[in-house]
């Protein structure tokens, strides 16, 4: 049976950890003789697995995002697993490590993710924003699609770049700009958002239930960020007629042709993600691609 397609587990990551210090495990989880694991690194956090049975997440960038983190870990759930917190610190998560397989592109597999989608979707919030370790709101949008799309202008002020040129750019400005009146109407109100709900941090579980991986970018705003995350690269029909009688019926929202809005409020993580890529490195020519199938798509 085919996997999910997943061009982005084939992309070089940047800044790639490549040594483990044994010091810096045992200042987080105290002394330990079990072999470590590099599981993945970067700038933002390092996956190190102690063991067979434990991993321990370094939080390089900010520190204060691993209550966050664990306090939605802890939360209940009932149509999809998360590994369970052994402990937590400033700048550090200590957690089960949980056996795992990749996902299948059938209609199986839409059904379990629109779920547990549409069951994390259920929190609801009053405005958009980023949230604390409480869940509570901390720094609030004023208006998420047009924080999105200043977001997207901004990039107009930073250092041009080869991977990103400015007719790139603008051509994705003026389409978005073109677009916000609908998208307004097709983002619906504000919910919990994973953040980074892509097939990279999405497996299957030996409880028989998707294993939802990767919490530090949640946030409260529209579930077509989530949603694109997860359509972002071709599934079958399947599986997204699946995903959507299953999101629908556990009380997701979906707004009428959401896989073309979806693919349209993508456009502002893919402008993001080929900002920071390499120039000709298959990441960049991937996104760039993506990037001009949603334009081409008027």
Request: proline residues 4%; aromatic residues 10%.
């Amino acid at each position: 049976m085919a996997k999910l397609l997943n061009p982005e587990e084939l992309w070089m990551p940047s800044g790639q950890v490549s040594v483990i210090s044994r010091l810096e495990v045992e200042k987080c989880i105290g002394p330990t003789t079990e072999p470590l694991q590099l599981l993945s690194g970067g700038h933002a956090n390092v996956n190190i697995r102690i063991g067979n049975d434990q991993v321990l997440r370094l939080y390089r960038r900010d520190g204060a995002i691993a209550g966050k983190e664990a306090a939605l870990l802890q939360k209940s759930r009932k149509s999809f697993v998360v590994p369970e917190v052994i402990g937590s610190g400033d700048g550090f998560l200590w957690m089960k490590y949980m056996v795992h397989s990749l996902l299948e592109d059938n209609a199986e597999i839409g059904a379990a993710l629109g779920k547990a989608l549409a069951e994390i979707h259920s929190h609801s919030y009053k405005t958009a924003g980023f949230i604390g370790a409480d869940l509570q709101i901390e720094e609030r949008m004023e208006n998420f699609v047009t924080d999105m799309w200043d977001y997207l202008c901004s990039f107009m002020d930073m250092p041009p770049k080869r991977v990103l040129p400015s007719s790139l750019l603008d051509e994705v400005i003026e389409f978005f700009d073109s677009k916000i009146e609908g998208l307004q109407d097709a983002a619906g109100l504000p919910v919990l958002l994973h953040g980074d709900f892509k097939v990279s941090n999405l497996y299957w579980s030996d409880q028989g239930k998707p294993l939802v991986l990767d919490w530090e970018f949640a946030y409260a705003g529209s579930a077509l960020v989530d949603l694109g995350q997860l359509f972002r690269w071709e599934t079958s029909l399947a599986f997204e007629e699946a995903f959507q009688r299953a999101y629908q019926d556990s009380g997701g929202r979906l707004a009428a042709q959401w896989k073309y809005w979806v693919g349209v409020l993508d456009l502002i993580n893919l402008v993001g993600m080929l900002y920071k890529s390499t120039p000709d490195s298959q990441k960049s020519l991937d996104i760039t691609a993506k990037i001009k199938t949603i334009l081409l798509a008027g």
